[in-house]
Structure formats: structure tokens, C-alpha cells
């Protein structure tokens, strides 16, 4: 018995369906598209103010340039880096952005925390004056505060030394000046963060407080055991942008009151890296220093974005 075979031909897909699926894909298309323009700007703005310079940054790392247009480079390699880590200035202005760091904690955490646990138990007008008062200084320019604080600083004249009752030259000696920055730049930051925690402790249900005086618990161990735990994620909030942004923020004071000085006391990393690029003209070595500096804040945020998991409590 011989089979027989039947060759059949390959139908043809019918052309309604392929266009019909065509007009199909593209409305997809434009409907998954919304979402994305919104996002055009802002990932442009990163792409232009961020991206672009750090990619300038890194090639000029490589160089050795006074930034006159009518000087060439001269490729120099690791060496900027070599130096950089050789560098004396380098490790006490990394002390010194360490220590106003932790200074400021006390004005970005700690005093926030007091103050914003303090009012919310005021009244209604009470409770708005206070507010107003405590965020009036994040609205004065950082240059503007400066010129205020070193009137109010002077020696001779100023309203603290008179307060005090004894001179203190708080621009030109080591430690007073020190202070100086970390309390003006804290005095700043103040009213921002006691908004930030004013508005975390609004998130935390009244629910927990009225369960915990039915329990008999005071005010103290409400705050201890049921407020903090809760606010811990605000207050991890603040201390992460304390740290990643302290350099930045005390940067407008020291180069307006101190200039880095007496004796390079008060220049942190950011004054550091201003001097070499622009007091210096070391391009090279100053965009060397902002590429590490971008680097070691970059594994610093890391660490503590994890660490931020295990410290903070989250109401479910």
C-alpha cells in the first residue's frame, strides 16, 4: 500500500488582520508614551547639569590645564589622582567635613525633633507663629545671612561679643570661627528640618497615642515608644541628607566670612576642590578631587540607604 502525499499550499495571512494589528500596536504605543514625556525634562535636566559635566570632569582628570583657551592640555594620566592622595590639605579638610557634618546633625535631627514635638502641642495660632519664626531663615540667601552674621560677629561691634560681654574675633581665630560656620549653616537648615518632622509626625495615626493612654502610659514613654519608632524614617531622612549635603550647604559661608581660613581651618573638601580649579587653575586637579569625592559620597549614600532599612521602623 503506497501512501499518498498532498502538498499544501501555505495560506496566505489575510492583509485586514496585519494592518488591523499595525493601528493595534501603535496605539499602545501612544498610550504607553504619556508617562515618559513627563519624564523628558527632568532626564534631560540630569543629562545636560549632571551627566555632561561629570563626563567633562572625567576626561579633564587626565589633563593638566590652567583653563586659558590658548593653553593646550598636556595628558598626564593617574598622576592628578597620585597627588590628590598624597596631598597633606587633603585628609584635614576631610576631618574638617567630617566633624561639621556631625555638628550639624544637632541642627538638622536633634533640635528639628525637640522643636516640632514641642509645638505640635500648641494651639492653632500659636502653633502658626512659632512655625513662622522657626522656617524665616531658610528664606534669607546664604550670602545675605553671611553679611548679616558677620555684622553681628564683629569683635568690636557686634551684638553677640556685646551679649557675651567679652570680645571674641569669631572670623579670624581657629575654633570660634569653626563654630561659627556649623551654627550659621545650622541656624539656616533649622526651620527646613523642623517642617520635614512636623510633617512626619502629622503622618502618625492619633490612633496609637489614644491605644497607649488607655494603657496608662505617660508622655514620655509615648514619645519613647510609639512617636521616635514612627519618625524614625523622617530622622534617617534628615541625617542622610545632612551628611551627603554639609560640604555643600556650609561651602557659601566659608568662602564669604573665612575663605578657608585661619590657617586652612575651616576649608572642607568642596572649598578644597573651589581653590584648586579656580584659585589655582589646576583643572585637572580639581576635577581629579570632584570624581573622588563624587565616588566616595556615591558609596557613602549607598551604605547608608541600606543601613536606613535596618534603622527605621515602618508603620504597617
Given at each position: 500500500m503506497t501512501g499518498t502525499f498532498v502538498e499544501v499550499a501555505a495560506v496566505p495571512r489575510p492583509r485586514a488582520v496585519v494592518t488591523a494589528q499595525r493601528p493595534a500596536l501603535a496605539r499602545r504605543a501612544v498610550r504607553a508614551l504619556p508617562?515618559?514625556?513627563?519624564?523628558?525634562?527632568?532626564?534631560?535636566?540630569?543629562?545636560?547639569?549632571?551627566?555632561?559635566?561629570?563626563?567633562?570632569?572625567?576626561?579633564?582628570?587626565?589633563?593638566?590645564?590652567?583653563?586659558?583657551?590658548?593653553?593646550?592640555?598636556?595628558?598626564v594620566g593617574l598622576d592628578n589622582y597620585r597627588r590628590l592622595i598624597d596631598l597633606p590639605e587633603l585628609r584635614n579638610a576631610l576631618w574638617l567635613t567630617v566633624a561639621m557634618t556631625g555638628a550639624?546633625?544637632?541642627?538638622?535631627?536633634?533640635?528639628?525633633?525637640?522643636?516640632?514635638?514641642?509645638?505640635?502641642?500648641?494651639?492653632?495660632?500659636?502653633?502658626?507663629?512659632?512655625?513662622?519664626?522657626?522656617?524665616?531663615?531658610?528664606?534669607?540667601?546664604?550670602?545675605?545671612?553671611?553679611?548679616?552674621?558677620?555684622?553681628?560677629?564683629?569683635?568690636?561691634?557686634?551684638?553677640?561679643?556685646?551679649?557675651?560681654?567679652?570680645?571674641?574675633?569669631?572670623?579670624?581665630?581657629v575654633r570660634p570661627a569653626q563654630i561659627a560656620i556649623v551654627v550659621i549653616t545650622g541656624?539656616?537648615?533649622?526651620?527646613?528640618?523642623?517642617?520635614v518632622v512636623a510633617a512626619g509626625l502629622s503622618g502618625i495615626d492619633d490612633e496609637y497615642r489614644a491605644a497607649a493612654l488607655l494603657d496608662r502610659a505617660s508622655r514620655w514613654q509615648i514619645t519613647r515608644w510609639i512617636v521616635l519608632p514612627?519618625?524614625?524614617?523622617?530622622?534617617?531622612?534628615?541625617?542622610?541628607?545632612?551628611?551627603?549635603?554639609?560640604?555643600?550647604?556650609?561651602?557659601?559661608?566659608?568662602?564669604?566670612?573665612?575663605?578657608?581660613?585661619?590657617?586652612?581651618?575651616?576649608?572642607?573638601?568642596?572649598?578644597?576642590?573651589?581653590?584648586?580649579?579656580?584659585?589655582n587653575f589646576d583643572t585637572g586637579f580639581a576635577s581629579a578631587a570632584g570624581l573622588l569625592f563624587f565616588a566616595a559620597f556615591g558609596l557613602v549614600a549607598l551604605a547608608l540607604i541600606r543601613l536606613s532599612d535596618r534603622l527605621t521602623f515602618h508603620d504597617s
Open positions: 508617562p515618559y514625556l513627563f519624564l523628558l525634562p527632568a532626564v534631560g535636566a540630569l543629562v545636560v547639569w549632571t551627566y555632561r559635566p561629570l563626563g567633562a570632569a572625567l576626561n579633564l582628570s587626565f589633563f593638566s590645564w590652567n583653563l586659558l583657551p590658548t593653553t593646550p592640555k598636556e595628558y550639624l546633625l544637632l541642627f538638622t535631627v536633634v533640635l528639628p525633633t525637640v522643636v516640632a514635638l514641642w509645638t505640635s502641642a500648641l494651639g492653632g495660632r500659636g502653633r502658626a507663629v512659632y512655625g513662622a519664626l522657626i522656617f524665616a531663615p531658610v528664606l534669607v540667601p546664604p550670602v545675605a545671612g553671611a553679611a548679616l552674621w558677620q555684622w553681628m560677629l564683629d569683635p568690636r561691634s557686634g551684638a553677640v561679643d556685646r551679649v557675651l560681654g567679652h570680645p571674641i574675633n569669631w572670623i579670624h581665630e541656624w539656616h537648615l533649622l526651620g527646613f528640618a523642623v517642617l514612627l519618625l524614625s524614617p523622617t530622622l534617617v531622612f534628615l541625617a542622610l541628607m545632612t551628611i551627603l549635603m554639609s560640604g555643600q550647604l556650609t561651602f557659601p559661608l566659608i568662602d564669604t566670612l573665612t575663605q578657608g581660613g585661619p590657617d586652612s581651618q575651616t576649608t572642607n573638601v568642596y572649598y578644597l576642590l573651589w581653590e584648586y580649579g579656580f584659585q
